[in-house]
Structures are given as structure tokens and as C-alpha cells.
């Protein structure tokens, strides 16, 4: 069975900063995708990020980055220029290819951006 | 929009008293899950099913039941409500060619059984 590790419950940061939020995960699988979804306290669940484990290239979407690091089996989001309104809950997740492709998340961060 | 609605947004409900929680998506999606959330703990899938008729367990399924008779709905039925099932609940759903950008969510049910 696949688990998702999430080290860090929660942190904060000061607005306009970096922060890199971390995410272990293991699987014997060699083809799967991983997400981070951001949970706002409006409790809605909306994806941040992908990305697939046959793609070598991190993903990238505006502010948000991964460190994809497969042999590791390690994959943190890094939020740069950090806004007030990334105030939320972050859970990394993962999703083998094949079977019920059934969503495993990590137990959450809950991040805070310090005005 | 596309959209998956969940209701109701809040139910406070009483040990015993059988209830059901609703789902519905409106993307023609295959596959959907039902989630729980509790602190400390993060989602945890219930059921899901990959098409109509077609439904099978989570990771903690005691307790719930489901059914997929027409692809847009996926209702999750507690016969029998105990305090331990006081959690949050997402259904969520994706399509067999979206499945690799993950699933869209409803908004939650937030549940409580005293």
C-alpha cells in the first residue's frame, strides 16, 4: 500500500517570502502522479499542482514549483512571492496509474502567511 | 459550470437515525469517490466506483454504503449513524482521460452525530 508522509504540520511565513512545504511518499509502483491540492478555510479542495512520475521536469504553475525527486520518493511544493491569500492547508497526494486510482494523501501542513 | 454539488453543507444528526449524503456531477465523469476528512489524519477514501453499477470499497468503509445507479449521482448512506462518523466528507470525481489531472471536488459536508 502506498503512504504519504507530510513532516511538517504546520508553518508560516511572511508575506512576500519563500516557503517549501514537504512531502515523502512510498510506493513500489514506477508509474504514477502526485498532487498538491490547497484547502482554504472555505474547505474547498483545489489543485495546485501535478505532476507524473515519468516526466523528469519538475512541474511549474506561476508561483507554485515542485522538487520532484523520484528516486527519493520526495516531492515538495515551493511557494514563492507568498500571498495572504495562500493562507490554507496544503495536502500532498498520490495516484498510481492503474486500479482504482484512488487519491492517498498526506495528513496536511497547515501553512499560515504572516502580513 | 462544471461542478460537483454535494448536499447538505452542514447535517447535525442523532446515533441511529439513517441518513444520506448527495452527490451529483454534471462533466459525464467515470469514476467517483467518496472521501473523509478528520484532523490528523488527512482524506481517507470511503467508496468509489468507477462507472455505473460499479462500485467498490475504500480504505474505511465500515459503516457507509453507496450506489451508482445513473452516472451523474453517487449518494453515500450512513443506515446507521455513530458519534465516530462525526467528520468531514467530499465526493469527488474525474473522467478516465482527465484521471491524470486529478479529481474535482465538492465542497464538503460537515457532519456530526451526537
Known amino acids: 500500500a502506498q503512504t504519504v508522509t507530510q513532516s511538517q504540520p504546520e508553518m508560516s511565513v511572511q508575506e512576500a517570502e519563500t516557503v517549501t512545504l514537504s512531502c515523502t511518499y512510498d510506493t513500489s509502483e514506477s508509474n504514477y502522479y502526485l498532487f498538491w491540492y490547497k484547502q482554504p478555510p472555505s474547505r474547498q479542495m483545489i489543485l495546485v499542482i501535478r505532476?507524473?512520475?515519468?516526466?523528469?521536469q519538475n512541474a511549474t504553475e506561476n508561483r507554485f514549483s515542485v522538487n520532484f525527486q523520484k528516486a527519493a520518493k520526495s516531492f515538495s511544493l515551493k511557494i514563492s512571492d507568498s500571498q495572504l491569500g495562500d493562507t490554507a492547508m496544503y495536502f500532498c497526494a498520490f495516484m498510481k496509474n492503474f486500479g482504482n486510482e484512488k487519491l492517498t494523501f498526506g495528513t496536511g501542513t497547515r501553512l499560515t502567511i504572516i502580513p | 459550470e462544471a461542478q460537483v454539488t454535494q448536499n447538505p453543507r452542514y447535517l447535525i444528526t442523532v446515533t441511529g437515525k439513517k441518513l444520506t449524503v448527495t452527490c451529483s456531477q454534471n462533466?459525464?465523469?467515470?469514476?467517483m469517490s467518496w472521501y473523509r476528512q478528520d484532523p490528523g489524519l488527512g482524506l481517507r477514501q470511503i467508496y468509489y466506483s468507477m462507472n455505473v453499477e460499479v462500485t467498490d470499497k475504500g480504505d474505511v468503509p465500515e459503516g457507509y454504503k453507496v450506489s451508482r445507479k445513473e452516472k451523474r449521482n453517487f449518494p453515500l448512506i450512513l443506515e446507521s449513524p455513530s458519534p465516530n462518523q462525526t467528520s468531514l466528507y467530499f465526493c469527488?470525481?474525474?473522467?478516465?482521460?482527465?484521471?491524470?489531472?486529478?479529481?474535482?471536488f465538492g465542497s464538503g459536508t460537515r457532519l456530526t452525530v451526537v
Open positions: 505532476q507524473e512520475a515519468y516526466k523528469q
Open positions: 469527488a470525481s474525474t473522467s478516465r482521460q482527465g484521471i491524470a489531472y486529478g479529481y474535482t
Open positions: 462533466m459525464n465523469h467515470e469514476y
